[in-house]
């Protein structure tokens, strides 16, 4: 009897003083820099900035281009792991908002738009990171254009993603034929919940509050 | 129901015979029935009083073991009242009495001094001129011996006469002179003697009024001693006045740590990281947390080393060497936990600083630079804090251990309330019980009203047998 209370009473201890940790998120943008599209990545930075001032400790964020080929680490412009020290993040926010700054100055418009290889390269880095929320932003008018020769007919597994289409802008076509803008957009979202993820457009960037998860 | 009415062929009638029926039955078990309704409401009274009864004792008890416990205190309290006068009767004792034969010797120093230039100041008459009887002489030299040259000889002792006087004149200014400078130097001895009297008188003033408060202190002791019902509702009425009152600085006290714990809960996070928690607390609160404990720990020992508290009576008991080393180490603890603090507080506006820069630059917001003309101000203030609360946190034990000790008696007056009314409200249970008894024997009669009336008629028809049943419902 002795034995068993003592037992009870440690493993109560142990549980009380056990080490755990909050919930963290993981946040991956996709910047669409093609054609005209560029021109509006003075938004995207801003969103960026709202999201960074967001973010907290232990949190991963990483901000990626969409270009021909977006299935590829070299794409991703800036990414950092949020330590749990304050002034460290701090630090870190800003390298990242400067990184972000120089990349919108600098770059250049790319002829094609891979949003399915950017897709993947999101759902790889989130899962490496382990992060309880997963949210990938895609700041694009989700028109894809592949380059001949690249395959992207691949399933996703979404199970736990939050993919949140921002700023999809309406192209010249869509203003002759909406359904074409609609159909774009409901067949982004069938896509996204087939792979089990939950799909939102957010076009008012006034309203970018919750798009977080947890917030 | 329907079974009920049916029974014949006429519900009326059935309904009139069950009634016949019942009241009958009620009747003839009457006796029975009333004699098990006034058991029962006399067995409820008279345990709802014997439950009275032993709460009553359980606060008596309580109030005897409360008057204990106060008078405990009281000549606890007592005691180191007297005792602390008597440290400082030694301590006048010894300062003053220390110095007593050097004050001796002085003072002996002073009279002989005084005495010595008192018996050189004795006013010594001037010698008679020894020269009368010269003159006598001279003028009982005979006539016919001749008076030749004697003009001469009166003129020379006129002359030594003169002389002489001078003399003796010269001399006895000097002397009266070296009196008066003697008498002159007795002066500041007087004044010394003077003083230290004086001295002495208000040493032995202070011994005096020192003996009346222990006198008087005494006294009360002797009250409590003794128990009297006095000194139980002076203690009493103190006990609440310095529960109140101590449990008014606590709470400032806990303010003040609160007001800590924000200056240290942030940068801790640059120490033990932000994101882990303990129990569902975050690390960094739970660390700075334990450093405000800590700090108040040493700050109780600090006290206890000190003897200003007796909350510990192991620290108290020390040899007075272990003590006083216990006293520097907790000082020593408690300064760098302090130091510790004041650079957190240091580390929280640079953090705060750091913080707002960066929300600033992610806002876009380039116009607010940092002003650092004034902050030296607020950095400096919160450091000021960060070092000085704790050391003014240590002097939580003083009202803590009041209240410690002022919290026994409450709560025993608390508890003696409590008593006293569960204790009425079980009398007020039991005399109902009782009345109920009555209330319902009567509810019972109330349908048998017509063979009761029978009864009664039937009885009056016989004497003597009315009493009896009067007696039966009233007793």
Same mark, same amino acid.
């Given at each position: 009897m002795k034995m068993i209370?003592?037992?009870?009473?440690?493993?109560?201890?142990?549980?009380?003083?056990?080490?755990?940790?909050?919930?963290?998120?993981?946040?991956?943008?996709?910047?669409?820099?093609?054609?005209?599209?560029?021109?509006?990545?003075?938004?995207?930075?801003?969103?960026?900035?709202?999201?960074?001032?967001?973010?907290?400790?232990?949190?991963?964020?990483?901000?990626?281009?969409?270009?021909?080929?977006?299935?590829?680490?070299?794409?991703i412009v800036a990414k950092a792991s949020f330590d749990d020290r304050p002034s460290t993040i701090n630090r870190q926010k800003r390298m990242f908002a400067e990184k972000i700054g120089a990349f919108v100055d600098s770059v250049q418009s790319s002829p094609y738009t891979d949003i399915t290889g950017g897709l993947l390269q999101a759902i790889e880095y989130l899962n490496e990171k382990e992060t309880q929320n997963k949210t990938i932003l895609i700041f694009s008018d989700m028109k894809e254009d592949l380059q001949d020769g690249y395959l992207r007919d691949i399933d996703f597994d979404l199970n736990g993603f939050d993919v949140i289409a921002l700023n999809v802008t309406k192209l010249r076509s869509d203003n002759i034929d909406p359904r074409e803008y609609l159909l774009r957009l409901t067949q982004w979202q069938s896509r996204v919940e087939k792979s089990g993820g939950h799909w939102r457009v957010v076009n008012d960037l006034d309203g970018l509050e919750g798009i977080l998860q947890g917030q | 129901m329907n079974f009920l009415l049916s029974i014949t062929p006429f519900p009326v009638i059935s309904a009139l015979l069950w009634i016949v029926l019942v009241v009958t039955a009620l009747y003839f078990a009457r006796p029975t029935a009333h004699k098990t309704i006034r058991a029962m409401s006399l067995a409820l009274h008279r345990t709802f009083r014997v439950a009275s009864k032993a709460v009553i004792q359980a606060e008596y008890s309580l109030a005897a073991r409360n008057r204990d416990v106060l008078l405990a205190a009281g000549r606890e309290a007592k005691e180191r009242i007297v005792e602390r006068e008597f440290d400082r009767v030694n301590e006048t004792v010894r300062r003053d009495l220390a110095s007593f034969s050097a004050l001796h010797r002085a003072l002996n120093e002073s009279i002989n001094g005084i005495e010595k230039d008192h018996q050189d100041a004795v006013d010594v008459p001037p010698d008679p001129p020894g020269w009368v009887k010269a003159v006598e002489a001279v003028a009982n030299i005979d006539s016919r011996e001749g008076r030749v040259g004697i003009g001469n000889v009166l003129s020379d002792i006129h002359k030594s006469l003169i002389k002489a006087h001078k003399e003796a004149m010269t001399a006895y200014r000097k002397a009266s002179g070296e009196r008066h400078a003697l008498l002159r130097r007795m002066?500041?001895?007087?004044?010394?003697?003077?003083?230290?009297?004086?001295?002495?008188?208000?040493?032995?003033d202070s011994l005096l009024s020192r003996s009346a408060a222990i006198d008087r202190h005494m006294q009360e002791y002797e009250d409590m001693v003794s128990g009297k019902d006095r000194a139980i509702s002076i203690l009493s009425s103190s006990s609440l006045m310095y529960f109140f009152v101590s449990g008014l600085v606590l709470a400032i006290a806990i303010g003040g740590a609160t007001v800590n714990f924000s200056l240290i809960a942030r940068p801790m996070a640059e120490m033990v990281g932000g994101t882990s928690l303990i129990g569902g607390f975050r690390t960094a609160d739970i660390a700075a947390l334990v450093i405000i404990l800590v700090e108040i720990s040493m700050g109780l020992f600090l006290m206890e080393s000190l003897r200003i508290t007796r909350l510990f009576p192991v620290i108290g008991a020390l040899p007075?060497?272990?003590?006083?080393?216990?006293?520097?180490?907790?000082?020593?603890? &408690? /300064?760098?936990?302090?130091?510790? !603090?004041?650079?957190?507080?240091?580390? +929280?506006?640079?953090?705060?600083?750091?913080?707002?820069?960066?929300s600033a630059l992610l806002r876009g917001d380039v116009t607010q630079v940092l002003s650092g003309q004034y902050l030296w101000i607020t950095t400096a203030a919160q450091m000021g804090m960060g070092f000085i609360l704790p050391f003014a946190l240590t002097f939580v034990a003083i009202p803590l251990e009041t209240f410690v000790h002022s919290l026994r008696t409450v709560v025993g007056l608390l508890m003696i309330g409590?008593?006293?009314?569960?204790?009425?409200?079980?009398?007020?249970?039991?005399?109902?019980?009782?009345?109920?008894?009555?209330?319902?024997?009567?509810?019972?009669?109330?349908? &048998? /009203?017509?063979?009761?009336?029978? !009864?009664?008629?039937?009885?009056?028809? +016989?004497?003597?047998?009315?009493?009896s049943r009067t007696s039966e419902v009233t007793s």
């Amino acid at each position: 009897m002795k034995m068993i209370l003592t037992r009870i009473v440690f493993l109560s201890l142990l549980a009380a003083c056990s080490r755990s940790t909050p919930v963290n998120n993981g946040v991956y943008m996709l910047l669409d820099t093609s054609g005209t599209y560029r021109q509006e990545l003075q938004k995207a930075e801003q969103i960026i900035r709202y999201t960074l001032s967001h973010l907290d400790a232990t949190d991963s964020f990483a901000v990626a281009r969409i270009d021909t080929g977006s299935f590829s680490e070299k794409d991703i412009v800036a990414k950092a792991s949020f330590d749990d020290r304050p002034s460290t993040i701090n630090r870190q926010k800003r390298m990242f908002a400067e990184k972000i700054g120089a990349f919108v100055d600098s770059v250049q418009s790319s002829p094609y738009t891979d949003i399915t290889g950017g897709l993947l390269q999101a759902i790889e880095y989130l899962n490496e990171k382990e992060t309880q929320n997963k949210t990938i932003l895609i700041f694009s008018d989700m028109k894809e254009d592949l380059q001949d020769g690249y395959l992207r007919d691949i399933d996703f597994d979404l199970n736990g993603f939050d993919v949140i289409a921002l700023n999809v802008t309406k192209l010249r076509s869509d203003n002759i034929d909406p359904r074409e803008y609609l159909l774009r957009l409901t067949q982004w979202q069938s896509r996204v919940e087939k792979s089990g993820g939950h799909w939102r457009v957010v076009n008012d960037l006034d309203g970018l509050e919750g798009i977080l998860q947890g917030q | 129901m329907n079974f009920l009415l049916s029974i014949t062929p006429f519900p009326v009638i059935s309904a009139l015979l069950w009634i016949v029926l019942v009241v009958t039955a009620l009747y003839f078990a009457r006796p029975t029935a009333h004699k098990t309704i006034r058991a029962m409401s006399l067995a409820l009274h008279r345990t709802f009083r014997v439950a009275s009864k032993a709460v009553i004792q359980a606060e008596y008890s309580l109030a005897a073991r409360n008057r204990d416990v106060l008078l405990a205190a009281g000549r606890e309290a007592k005691e180191r009242i007297v005792e602390r006068e008597f440290d400082r009767v030694n301590e006048t004792v010894r300062r003053d009495l220390a110095s007593f034969s050097a004050l001796h010797r002085a003072l002996n120093e002073s009279i002989n001094g005084i005495e010595k230039d008192h018996q050189d100041a004795v006013d010594v008459p001037p010698d008679p001129p020894g020269w009368v009887k010269a003159v006598e002489a001279v003028a009982n030299i005979d006539s016919r011996e001749g008076r030749v040259g004697i003009g001469n000889v009166l003129s020379d002792i006129h002359k030594s006469l003169i002389k002489a006087h001078k003399e003796a004149m010269t001399a006895y200014r000097k002397a009266s002179g070296e009196r008066h400078a003697l008498l002159r130097r007795m002066r500041p001895d007087w004044r010394k003697i003077q003083q230290t009297l004086s001295q002495v008188g208000k040493d032995v003033d202070s011994l005096l009024s020192r003996s009346a408060a222990i006198d008087r202190h005494m006294q009360e002791y002797e009250d409590m001693v003794s128990g009297k019902d006095r000194a139980i509702s002076i203690l009493s009425s103190s006990s609440l006045m310095y529960f109140f009152v101590s449990g008014l600085v606590l709470a400032i006290a806990i303010g003040g740590a609160t007001v800590n714990f924000s200056l240290i809960a942030r940068p801790m996070a640059e120490m033990v990281g932000g994101t882990s928690l303990i129990g569902g607390f975050r690390t960094a609160d739970i660390a700075a947390l334990v450093i405000i404990l800590v700090e108040i720990s040493m700050g109780l020992f600090l006290m206890e080393s000190l003897r200003i508290t007796r909350l510990f009576p192991v620290i108290g008991a020390l040899p007075d060497k272990t003590r006083v080393r216990m006293v520097w180490i907790t000082f020593f603890l &408690l /300064f760098m936990l302090a130091s510790v !603090e004041a650079g957190l507080a240091y580390m +929280r506006e640079v953090l705060l600083q750091d913080e707002l820069a960066t929300s600033a630059l992610l806002r876009g917001d380039v116009t607010q630079v940092l002003s650092g003309q004034y902050l030296w101000i607020t950095t400096a203030a919160q450091m000021g804090m960060g070092f000085i609360l704790p050391f003014a946190l240590t002097f939580v034990a003083i009202p803590l251990e009041t209240f410690v000790h002022s919290l026994r008696t409450v709560v025993g007056l608390l508890m003696i309330g409590l008593l006293r009314m569960l204790s009425i409200v079980l009398r007020l249970i039991g005399n109902a019980c009782r009345y109920l008894g009555a209330l319902t024997e009567q509810l019972y009669d109330l349908p &048998l /009203f017509i063979p009761l009336w029978l !009864e009664e008629r039937n009885g009056s028809a +016989r004497p003597g047998s009315g009493d009896s049943r009067t007696s039966e419902v009233t007793s």
